[in-house]
Structure formats: structure tokens, C-alpha cells
């Protein structure tokens, strides 16, 4: 992430082991039914939220953990997390497996797979979550991976957070710009030939608001060919404003609709402190609207939980590492909701 301006540091360290227990076990089978193993959790009824709630995560395994010590009050509040669906950000390495597995694992349950693309070279300004793909062979490939894991299943894809953002705010170099547009041109194209995947094109959020700035560079990334954009992924932006936010860029950019990532959003964003440190973890905080189809806005596709809750955004405010697992965070996090 750069400053406040971008989508926080990645939220998932996603593992093959794990994604192979996903393809091989079962959640619910049904709306409220309980799985048999692990952390009891469930789906969300299907007509309000398609996208599938991952019985192993690290909310259900830190609510089975809470169930067995007798911390009841604490499970509870984990449980607000657990049982909702959130992002699965593909790791590079294992990108075709993992692909595979949260697909398998949700079309089991008759629901819809969430999935986080986020591995552009040069990602993140070499800040918390610096790194991608070395070059742009390599992105393809990786593309082609995540492509080959989803195949014919049912999948949204939310692609490459701070791709275009971070090309608008000169926070990555106009020497690298070209070949990003050309590789998220290309990952749009990939994906709209599955049959069954919708794919969102990131474009920041409504923090930094100039959408006159950021609607060409989003044709130029392929957004007329996606089935729309994202905003406010891993941020904290008020639902209301980024609403106010993608409506204006949807005007500009071919009245494209957009999801909201709502996960954090419930207190609105940080302002104090070191405002290039307001984005990152910042207390205080609280979960937003449940993921939801139902938004009563035609331009509006979703409110999705894109960044998961409790997941570190990097070694800021005493939190560990980008991705990692923090449950007195999501503890915070899940009581501020009320």
C-alpha cells in the first residue's frame, strides 16, 4: 500500500495443504446447515449472498479454538467473521491449486468462489506488500494458472488491487506503465473466456476521489470488457461515500457497475497519527454491511468482505506481518460493530 491512498497490504497467506483439505471436505451442504468438522459454521442464505463461506479459514479455526477453551463470549464475537464470506487471495506459487480447491470446495456447496488476483510486477512500491511477478512473462503464466484452477466453475474475481491506482499517484514509475496496462488488459481477457467468472477491475477508493484522474487509465487496464470495477478494497471508507465514489467514475467509464469491499468500513477511516500510516491497522475500527447481492442499487453489484477481517495489513501498530492472522484485532474489530 502506498501512503493512504491505496488497498492495504495483501490479506491472505493462503497454503496448498490447506486448499487440498477445502477440495476434499465439506461446509454446509444447505442454507444454515453446520459442517461436521472444525469450527461449526455456516452459509449465508443463497438468494442474499452467493459467495462461499470457507469452513477452514483462520475466523473458523480461531472460533473452534475459542469453543474448545470455553471462551464463549469470544467465539461469539469470531464467529461475526466466520461466518461470512471473505477474499481468497491466490498465492503465486500454488496459484492453479489453490484456484482449483476454493472453486471445487464452493461449487460443492452450490455457491460462488471469491477470489483476489493480486501479484502485478512491482506491486505495492515495494512497500508492506511489495513483490509480484518478476517480470511480465511470469504474470501471464500466473494468469493462466488462476485460469486453468477455475475452469468452468462459478467465480468472482477481484483483479489486482492498486494496479491502476498506483499508476495515477506516480507511485509506480511511467517506465513500468505500458506493460501494466497491456497485463491487466490481458488478465480481463482471460478471465471473461471462462464461462463462468466475473472479474472487477480495482480503482481505488473514494479517499482519493479523482475520478477525472483514474477513469482513461482504467479503460486502458481493459474495464469496458470487465464486469465492472472495485472500490475501497482493504480500505475504510464509509459505504456511503464510496457509493457517491463509483458512481462517478461509473459515469465517466461507461456506466460499468462496481462491488464495495464493505469488511472494515463500519467507523469510517483512521485520522490520526502519521497520516501515510492511517491505512494500516489502524484502531478503532469496525466490521461494515455483511457481503451482500442485495444493495438496492442497480450500480451497485455487491458489497463483498475483499480484505479479511482480523488479517494483518503489515508490521505497523504492533500488528505482524502483511496477511498474517491477528485475533486480538479481529476481536477489536468484530466488538466496534456492536
Known amino acids: 500500500m502506498y501512503g493512504s491512498r491505496g488497498a492495504g497490504a495483501r490479506a491472505s497467506m493462503a497454503v496448498a495443504g490447506a486448499v487440498l483439505l477445502f477440495a476434499g471436505c465439506s461446509s454446509s451442504e444447505g442454507d ?7 469450527a461449526k459454521v ?9 459467495f462461499w463461506v470457507n469452513p477452514d479459514g483462520n475466523a473458523a479455526e480461531q472460533l473452534a479454538s475459542y469453543e474448545k477453551d470455553g471462551k464463549d463470549g469470544d467465539a461469539e464475537l469470531i464467529r461475526r467473521i466466520a461466518e461470512q464470506p471473505t477474499g481468497e487471495w491466490l498465492t503465486p506459487e500454488n496459484a492453479e491449486q489453490e ?21 502485478i510486477p512491482h506491486r505495492d512500491c515495494g512497500q508492506f506488500s511489495g513483490g509480484g511477478a518478476a517480470d511480465g512473462n511470469a504474470y501471464r503464466a500466473f494468469i493462466d494458472q488462476v485460469a486453468a484452477g477455475i475452469g468452468d466453475r462459478r467465480a468472482t474475481v477481484v483483479l489486482e488491487p492498486d494496479a491502476v491506482l498506483h499508476m495515477v499517484d506516480g507511485c509506480t514509475p511511467q517506465e513500468f506503465h505500458e506493460e501494466r496496462y497491456d497485463l491487466l488488459r490481458g488478465a480481463v481477457e482471460k478471465f471473461k473466456s471462462l464461462k463462468n467468472t466475473k472479474v472487477y477491475l ?25 464486469d465492472g470495477f472495485a472500490v475501497n478494497v482493504s480500505n475504510f471508507y ?15 467509464a461507461g456506466n460499468k457497475p462496481f462491488v ?21 491497522n489502524p484502531p478503532g475500527r469496525a466490521l461494515g454491511e ?4 442485495k ?41 466496534a460493530s456492536g
Open 32 to 38: 444454515g446447515d453446520k459442517d461436521a468438522q472444525g
Open 42 to 50: 455456516s452459509q449465508q442464505p443463497k438468494g442474499t449472498d452467493p
Open 99 to 119: 484456484a482449483r480447491g476454493f472453486t471445487e470446495a464452493a461449487t460443492k456447496v452450490d455457491r460462488d468462489a471469491l477470489l483476489v488476483v493480486y501479484n
Open 202 to 226: 480495482d480503482a481505488g477508493n473514494a479517499g482519493w476521489g479523482r475520478t477525472d484522474e483514474i477513469f482513461e487509465p482504467l479503460k486502458l487496464a481493459g474495464v469496458e470488457r470487465a
Open 238 to 252: 464509509p459505504t456511503a461515500d464510496s457509493i457517491k465514489y463509483g458512481k462517478e467514475l461509473s459515469a465517466k
Open 260 to 280: 464495495i469491499d464493505t469488511s472494515r468500513n463500519g467507523n469510517g477511516p483512521y485520522t490520526e497519527g502519521d497520516p501515510k500510516e492511517t491505512w494500516c
Open 290 to 293: 455483511a457481503p451482500t447481492t
Open 295 to 335: 444493495t438496492d442499487d442497480e450500480l451497485v453489484d455487491a458489497y463483498l468482505w475483499v480484505k479479511r477481517p482480523g488479517e494483518s495489513d503489515g508490521t505497523c501498530k504492533g500488528g505482524p506481518k502483511a496477511g498474517q492472522w491477528w485475533p486480538e484485532y479481529a476481536l477489536k474489530l468484530a466488538k
